[in-house]
């Protein structure tokens, strides 16, 4: 169980934590499902409600939506099994109606959804009056209700306390900025309603990501502070932005439940790995063997960790893979977020793993590009901040390797950032990196850079990467970069590459062909042919043809052997 090993660490200095934490329930009011994105913008707010009401230490009552995911119902069911709390099973408008007569809930925050035809989380037209009522939400003690569900509500007897139609995010912004949270903001699609309700617990300005309102909202934040959810625009439009002002991306658009997860925050930050302290490997100069690293990491994805990467409809692609462990293997962990957020998650990761899983942080507790944190700011010293932060995330995890994933990753300012991390974190054993695009531009090089009491820590580039159908050249099938390294030449003291393995691409088995595009899905796949599969057996493919002398290593034994031979 859990509880016994957070029990035990309790003495221990908990990590910075960059979230207040929520008291654990005495009671939790558990919810069907809501599919209905209006009626579960409903139940996200009355959620973040009792939250705050907990914070604040006017209530010991929390909300659960019964997801169905085989990972949270787990993980619930140990913190019912830890925490006991009273149980009880309500509909969605008697949960209202009890938060109502707890004075949790004192009204409703009218909105209009968003009806345009735009794909979710793209830029465009839309009507943000769902964010400008979540920003709200909390100072109000309303629930955020549509113009469809308006008369069901009101007929349990709560008033419109406030109406948000037709209010933008910058004029919600100019007029009430003043009592919302700068510890961090929240990015949100209109049409979506997942997160909400953290948001709403923490007072958080939440907006789309798009136009003047998001740089005004990452503008009025303090430094190394959290962007929870996700915005509308490009993965990278949306970053560079929030990376500049110096805050981090967490990636928890499609998160259920944070509030009565991240209870247990503090005990979660006590989490610690039950793998041994780093080893020291022979490494004799004489060594002609190429040393390989397959990596899988969608960076900082809170909500992909707590979904479908241990469970879920595509678990079996990732970490519930039964074939995990057959191969040395490394896998990318948010671990601050998870160690904050939802800590089971982060506990059932380490917990399960398999002498031949190792594991690397990925970009340091958020998602941010290091060559621009903070760069609209210096003098806050974003960087050195979160570097700082860090440092106890390390300490209790064993893990002990940063991956970062850089605009420019061998640029003046990634080499400082690499630096910076690297002197304040002791016995850092090295920085694995790749750039936005492309992930290879390294092309396998690499760098070092100074740590403490005179250590070099290795900065290694991604040399290749296992991806369907880019048309880039150093992205490829298995089988076509399992023949690219097998022909690398060996050095003397040993030839070394980092190979990211593309969290999202299929590929279709083709053991008996040498054909190295056999394995390419074709234009449009049908992902339901068995054939085609993603993540970790791809991975198997490409070790099923290495040549001899080319060794599958997970991280940790990579940077040794680096660390070994030296610069």
Known sequence: MLMPLLAALAPLAAPYAWYPAIPVPKTILEVPFAGDVEEGMVLESAAGLAARAALAGRSRT????????DGYERWYAGYCRDHRPERIAVPLDELVARLRDLRIVRGYALYRADTTTR???????MDVSANVATSLAGKLAAIVVSERLEARFRALGLPCLFDARGLTEEKCLARYGRVLSRRGMGLADPKTRNARSLMIALDMAVVSGQGAAYEQALARCEPDTPVLGWGCGTEDGITIPSSRWGLFQTATNWCHNLTVLASEAIAGSGLVSR????RRVPNPPSDARHYVCLTITDGDNIQWLMGNFVGGTEGRYYYANPRRGAVPFTWGLPVPGLALLSPRTLGEVLETATRRDD?????GGGYFYPDLYGAARPEARALELHAERLRGYCDRTGIRILAFNFQDWDSEAAQHACRVFAQHIPGL???????YYPYSAGEGRILWVDGPNGDRVPVVSCRYTVWAET?????STPAAIAAELNQLPVEEGGTFSW?????WSYFRHSPGSNDPKAEEPGPSPDVADPALQRGYDPALWTVERLAPHVVPVGAEELLLRIRARGE
Do not use: C, K
């Open 62 to 69: 929390l909300v659960w939506e019964r997801t169905g995911n």
């Open 119 to 125: 794909p979710l989380h793209e830029a465009g037209p």
């Open 275 to 278: 793998r041994p302290p780093a």
């Open 359 to 363: 594991f690397v942080m990925y970009s």
């Open 429 to 435: 054993l090295g920085i694995l990196a790749f750039q």
């Open 471 to 475: 048309g880039r050249p150093r992205d």
């Open 499 to 503: 190979v990211l393995v593309h969290a």
